[in-house]
């Protein structure tokens, strides 16, 4: 839990359960803030950082960073992730709305809620359907561009505080959307607790949060950094879900970045298969247990060093790299392996509230994707890998060209 004013604290006990036996199995050192960008190479003022090492709960088979950092830190007002820059993510949340709408026969009696509604990429779906919303998001800039396209946005943390606020006022939801969000919560009861409160008897939770399973299969480890507090299992998010009165009752698995589930909770227990299968395919596969995790410090050290020495090469013989995408995952990526200026010329990103700013850490500019065509590197890193298909298709000139991109997980390779 967090302390009130301090920077940060470290966990001694699990964010989920509260149980001791929490087993540290990467550590990944001490890293910058992802999302903190500076405005210059130096901007006169030190980057904080904070230690990044991940455990496994044995009580409740949660995984889970053992250092908070409070969240008002994390999501200032200078938070730069925008959602609808990325269209594969606006076709991923405009079919998601299309679905529960006619899933849940939604219409203008209805309510949908978002938590961590960002710039309104998802609710504006409903919005133009004439459903009524409401989104719910603590960063000043993403929630003010959703109010400026119709979204009413509440700046504020969800909380179980939150929830009671609201359903005094008679506000209770047909359709509560939490997508990436419930990874990134301090209070992770607490949020799930203000679901349960929020959510009609009726209605639904629909979830998307990272899949541990191919985190740690693909070796995602640059998916770790200070604002991803936890990596789920089934497993963990049943017995999380059932602690407040929820079941999980259907999941979906998702592609999207690198992996993800999507999780169907509701206030009435009818458990379907995709669940208890899931269920069951982790406990044969150990998910539920440390010593699956137990081999991925060293898998990460491995390609870390392949990834270094595969950029170091091309390097020393004259090539010209730089980026794409300046993501969360990618300042983990180039602080943990140790890619700088040195290696990196610039990191181009298609979010204006991005450019001209510098990674964290290594301090690479920041360009905007037409960089690509002025420079014409050799080579492009893509950073933000999540979105290969699309950045290939985005940058079909830039290929044209002859040029190449390096893709870093799960093995360093060149396409």
Request: charged content about 25%; proline content about 4%.
């Amino acid at each position: 839990m967090m302390i009130a004013g301090a920077a940060s604290v470290t966990e001694q006990f699990c964010r989920s359960c509260g149980g001791s036996h929490i087993d540290t199995f990467l550590k990944l050192g001490t890293t910058p803030l992802a999302d903190r960008l500076p405005s210059s190479i130096d901007d006169g003022e030190e980057e904080p950082v904070f230690p990044l090492s991940v455990a496994f709960c044995g009580d409740c088979s949660l995984v889970q960073i053992t250092e908070t950092v409070n969240p008002r830190i994390l999501f200032a007002d200078a938070y730069p992730y925008y959602s609808s820059f990325s269209q594969a993510l606006l076709r991923h949340s405009r079919d998601n709305a299309r679905d529960l709408i006619e899933r849940r026969k939604l219409d203008a009696s209805s309510f949908v809620v978002e938590l961590a509604s960002n710039d309104g990429y998802l609710l504006k779906n409903y919005v133009e359907a004439g459903i009524p919303v409401l989104g719910i998001d603590p960063a000043e800039g993403p929630a003010a561009a959703a109010e400026k396209i119709g979204v009413p946005t509440r700046l504020a943390f969800f909380s179980r505080e939150l929830a009671e606020k609201l359903r005094e006022q008679g506000k209770r939801a047909d359709v509560i959307h939490a997508n990436n969000v419930l990874a990134h919560v301090a209070d992770t009861n607490g949020f799930v607790a203000g679901i349960a409160r929020l959510l009609k008897d009726d209605g639904v939770a629909v979830i998307e949060a990272p899949y541990v399973e191919p985190m740690i299969d693909h070796c995602e480890f640059d998916t770790i950094y200070h604002e991803h507090l936890c990596y789920f299992s089934v497993t963990a998010l049943d017995k999380l879900f059932r602690r407040h009165g929820l079941y999980l009752n259907e999941i979906k698995h998702l592609s999207i970045h690198g992996g993800s589930l999507r999780l169907y909770v509701e206030m009435r227990e009818h458990v379907g298969a995709s669940v208890t299968n899931q269920i069951a395919h982790e406990r044969a596969r150990g998910i539920d247990a440390i010593d699956y995790y137990l081999d991925f410090s060293a898998t990460v050290d491995r390609l870390k060093v392949e990834l270094s020495t595969l950029l170091h090469r091309l390097k020393a013989s004259g090539a010209s790299i730089a980026a794409y995408g300046a993501a969360a995952k990618g300042a983990t990526l180039i602080n943990t392996v140790g890619i700088g200026r040195d290696v990196i010329d610039f990191v181009v990103d298609r979010n204006i509230h991005k450019q001209g700013k510098h990674m964290p850490g290594q301090k690479i500019p920041i360009r905007s994707t037409e960089a690509l065509l002025e420079a014409q590197p050799d080579y492009v890193l893509v950073l933000a890998w999540n979105f290969l298909d699309e950045i290939i298709e985005q940058q079909a000139e830039y290929r044209a060209r002859g040029g190449k991109f390096i893709v870093p997980v799960p093995n360093p390779r060149i396409v």
